[in-house]
Structures are given as structure tokens and as C-alpha cells.
């Protein structure tokens, strides 16, 4: 069965510096999502993108943050100076149509930790 | 907006009791429901959905979900619970439009005793 795949599984990371997490989407879904669970807390939505723009983005989601997708299969959350709050595990997803009936399938996440 | 609550924060089970997770949901509309499990260091793995028809589905694993409008609730359950269903339950709602986020519920931790 096809899977997202996230990279890495673990990133430690000075606060201040930058940090690019990666995920292939499974290849023929068309939206991808980025989540943040911070320890012990619920799964927050962070962004949605479609057709090369974000499509929606919450509040968490600030100038800080950025997503891309680079090429046919990877799609990209930079994190720009970093901060102690955002150690978390970032989870990717994606879905084949978008409608709101289609689960989104997650990867495994990257755990980040910033010192 | 919406929300989803799952009132128990930890359940302990033994292995071949039976199982029921809460979720309650706050949505003005036909909200699409999902259940999802993360099992220690792993990502979100989907059991079931609902959007419509039959209000009980079935799902992965034996799980199965009954959803009961006029209650707001989306509980999951399962007969016999088995020693690797150990693991975090996450209730999640989405919206009825395209391309948009899933409201999680803060997640239920499941143990077995065996």
C-alpha cells in the first residue's frame, strides 16, 4: 500500500537556525498537509496546499513557516529561526481529492528538538 | 467553530474485554468523521470514516464506530481488545469544503493489561 515517508525521523536543531522537513506525498494525491503535535498535546492543522499555493493555513502558520513543493514528489515545511516552542512532531499528509470525505493519509513525522 | 472533545484522556482495559472510546463533536453541519490511531513513535493510521449512510461502520482491526446525531457523538468500539491495540485514539472532524484542515480531538490513550 502506498505511503507518505518523512525525513528524518528525528531532527535536533540549535533555536535560531533553520530547519526543512521533508515528506514525499503518495504520488498521485494532489493535497498535502502539514501538522504539528506538540508533546502530549492534541494534533494541530499548520497548512494545506494545492496546485503549488496554500490553500488554507491556521493561526500557528505565521511568517516563520513556509511550505514548498520543489519538485514532482517532495513537499517541504521550513522553519525559519527556530524556537524553543517548536519542538514537536511535525506530521505530513496527503489526499488523493481534498473533498472532506477522503481521509488524509499521515507519514510516521519528524520529531524536532530544539535546544 | 468546530470542535471535538473525547472525554477520557487515559483508559486501561484488560486483553478480551470490550472497548468503547468517546467523541463528541460541535459542528453546525453534517460533519465527516474520522478515528485514528497512533501506536508509540509512528504516525496516524486511519481505522475508519463516516459521511454518510449506515451509522455504524466498520473499520480496521475489528473497530467499529457508531454515529449518533442526535447525541454529537462518534464513538469507537471494539469486542475484544487485543494487547497491540495499545496505543493513542485520535477522534477528528472535517469540514464539508475541499482541501481543508482536520480538527483533531486531544486523543485518548489506550492500555492493556494482559
Known amino acids: 500500500e502506498p505511503e507518505v515517508t518523512q525525513t528524518p525521523s528525528h531532527q535536533v536543531t540549535q533555536m535560531g537556525q533553520e530547519v526543512i522537513l521533508r515528506c514525499v506525498p503518495i504520488?498521485?494525491?494532489?493535497?498535502f498537509y502539514w501538522y504539528r503535535q506538540i508533546l502530549g498535546q492534541k494534533v494541530e492543522f499548520l497548512v494545506s496546499?494545492?496546485?503549488?499555493?496554500?490553500?488554507?493555513k491556521s493561526e500557528i502558520f505565521d511568517d516563520q513557516f513556509s511550505v514548498e513543493r520543489p519538485d514532482g514528489s517532495n513537499f517541504t515545511l521550513k522553519i525559519r529561526s527556530t524556537k524553543l516552542e517548536d519542538s514537536a512532531m511535525y506530521f505530513c499528509?496527503?489526499?488523493?481529492?481534498?473533498?472532506?470525505?477522503?481521509?488524509?493519509?499521515f507519514g510516521d513525522g519528524t520529531r524536532l528538538s530544539i535546544l | 467553530a468546530q470542535s471535538v472533545t473525547q472525554p477520557d484522556i487515559h483508559i486501561t482495559v484488560s486483553e478480551g474485554a470490550s472497548l468503547e472510546l468517546r467523541c463528541n463533536y460541535s459542528?453546525?453541519?453534517?460533519?465527516?468523521l474520522f478515528w485514528y490511531v497512533q501506536s508509540p513513535g509512528q504516525g496516524l493510521q486511519l481505522l475508519l470514516k463516516?459521511?454518510?449512510?449506515?451509522?455504524l461502520v466498520q473499520g480496521i482491526k475489528g473497530f467499529e464506530a457508531e454515529f449518533k446525531r442526535s447525541q454529537s457523538s462518534f464513538n469507537l468500539r471494539k469486542p475484544s481488545v487485543h494487547w497491540s491495540d495499545a496505543a493513542e485514539y485520535f477522534c477528528?472532524?472535517?469540514?464539508?469544503?475541499?482541501?481543508?484542515?482536520?480538527?483533531f480531538g486531544p486523543g485518548t490513550r489506550l492500555s492493556v493489561l494482559p
Open positions: 499528509a496527503s489526499s488523493d481529492t481534498g473533498q472532506s470525505n477522503q481521509p488524509q493519509h
Open positions: 504520488s498521485n494525491h494532489l493535497y
Open positions: 496546499f494545492y496546485n503549488n499555493e496554500i490553500s488554507e
Open positions: 459542528y453546525g453541519a453534517t460533519p465527516y
Open positions: 463516516y459521511f454518510s449512510g449506515d451509522t
Open positions: 477528528a472532524v472535517a469540514p464539508d469544503n475541499y482541501g481543508q484542515n482536520f480538527v
